[in-house]
């Protein structure tokens, strides 16, 4: 940490030199111009920047399959607007699994393709999107996807299960445009300026998606579940539903929380949503006590749902934390 010395020139105007090593490694001479962010206390600062769309390139050779996916959502969540892939050869698996990733993200489209290279770029403004919105998206997705998979185990529906194992891609979706806009307000004042949302609550923000997006994780494996399970008896059907209640419970009222902007019923929310959580634990022993008198692979099956519902709860309280934090006075 270096420190500088406020002076007064010309009577009434207030300046602080800038380090030369700072100012040398981010290209700042003589008449250039910088661009200054009041955050409450702090005041940001950074180079003007003369390039509206940030370019990268990867060389993908020998990557296929999942790890070229999660390369190009890598490149993605990283903030690149351009994303431009190259070998000496694309082959045409690559292209599929290309294409296949680019319909998971937010706002992506393929603009060139060449034996060499496959061009991406994101085509909607950063600004545009509501990190909050998005969220909330996600909230509205994983609480629907966890009750269908519930009903689906219930009633034997082979097709709601699969419905609900389609949906976990748009909770994704909307996960990876969550962390891009959190890493893009690490990046730059800008963008936290441009969303009109503190760092500080983006985080929070991306936290919490974090929480839904497991959610709908543990939601998909229930109803793969429910693909196998050919039917269940109704008293295991009824606790499976009152611990379904009780979980979707905590996770609506810790994201309540987390969305009020009155610190003391945040407060207030997240703490009862996070008291709660004990009585999860209490159902959870219950329901496995009477699985030892079913099938054996069956009572295995049943096990892992109840685990799933179990884990929802304690994502939820995750979120409770999350706004607990949110709730603090800022030290």
Same mark, same amino acid.
């Given at each position: 940490?270096?420190?500088r010395? #406020? ?7 207030? =300046? ?17 111009? /910088?661009e200054?962010?009041?955050e ?8 003007k920047s003369? =390039?509206?769309?940030?370019?990268g390139?990867l ?6 399959? !999942?790890?070229?996916n999660?390369?190009v959502?890598?490149?993605? #969540? ?11 050869? /694309?082959?045409?698996?690559?292209? +599929?699994?290309?294409?296949?990733a ?10 060139e !393709? ?13 600004s545009?999107?509501?990190? *909050? ?14 009750? @269908? ?5 219930? $009633? ?7 419905? #609900?194992?389609?949906?976990?891609? @748009?909770?994704? *979706? ?7 806009i ?46 196998? /399970? ?5 008293g ?18 810790a994201?309540?929380?987390?969305? =009020? ?10 703490? $009862? ?13 219950? /329901? ?18 109840? @685990?799933?519902?179990? +884990? ?8 409770a ?5 949110k ?5």
């Amino acid at each position: 940490m270096e420190t500088r010395k #406020v002076q007064v020139t010309g009577g009434s105007t207030y =300046t602080v030199s800038l380090p030369k090593d700072w100012a040398t490694e981010n290209g700042v001479s003589a008449g250039s111009v /910088i661009e200054f962010y009041p955050e409450e206390d702090s005041l940001l600062l950074t180079p003007k920047s003369d =390039t509206e769309r940030v370019e990268g390139t990867l060389d993908v050779t020998g990557l296929t399959g !999942e790890s070229l996916n999660r390369a190009v959502v890598t490149m993605y #969540v990283s903030g690149f607007d351009v994303i431009r892939l190259e070998s000496a050869r /694309i082959t045409a698996d690559q292209r +599929r699994t290309i294409r296949e990733a680019v319909q998971g993200l937010v706002g992506v489209e393929v603009l060139e !393709e060449t034996a060499e290279s496959v061009v991406m770029q994101d085509l909607m403004d950063s600004s545009e999107l509501s990190i *909050r919105n998005a969220v909330t998206r996600m909230r509205l997705i994983a609480r629907s996807m966890l009750k @269908d998979a519930v009903t689906a185990l219930v $009633e034997n529906d082979d097709d709601l299960a699969m419905d #609900v194992v389609q949906r976990d891609d @748009d909770v994704d *979706r909307l996960w990876f445009a969550v962390a891009r806009i959190f890493r893009g307000t690490l990046r730059s004042p800008l963008a936290a300026e441009e969303l009109g949302v503190p760092r500080e609550v983006c985080f929070d923000y991306h936290a919490t998606a974090r929480q839904l997006e497991r959610i709908a994780d543990h939601a998909t494996k229930i109803a793969n579940l429910a693909l196998e /399970i050919e039917g269940i008896d109704g008293g295991v059907a009824d606790a499976l539903w009152e611990l379904h209640d009780d979980a979707t419970a905590i996770i609506e009222q810790a994201m309540d929380a987390l969305f =009020t902007d009155d610190s003391e019923e945040a407060t207030d929310l997240a703490n $009862e949503a996070r008291a709660d959580i004990r009585a999860i634990d209490e159902r959870t022993r219950e /329901i496995d006590d009477t699985l030892r008198e079913l099938d054996s692979h069956v009572a295995q099956s049943i096990g892992l749902v109840v @685990d799933s519902l179990s +884990r929802s709860a304690d994502y939820g309280g995750n979120i409770a934390e999350n706004a607990l934090q949110k709730a603090a006075p800022s030290p």
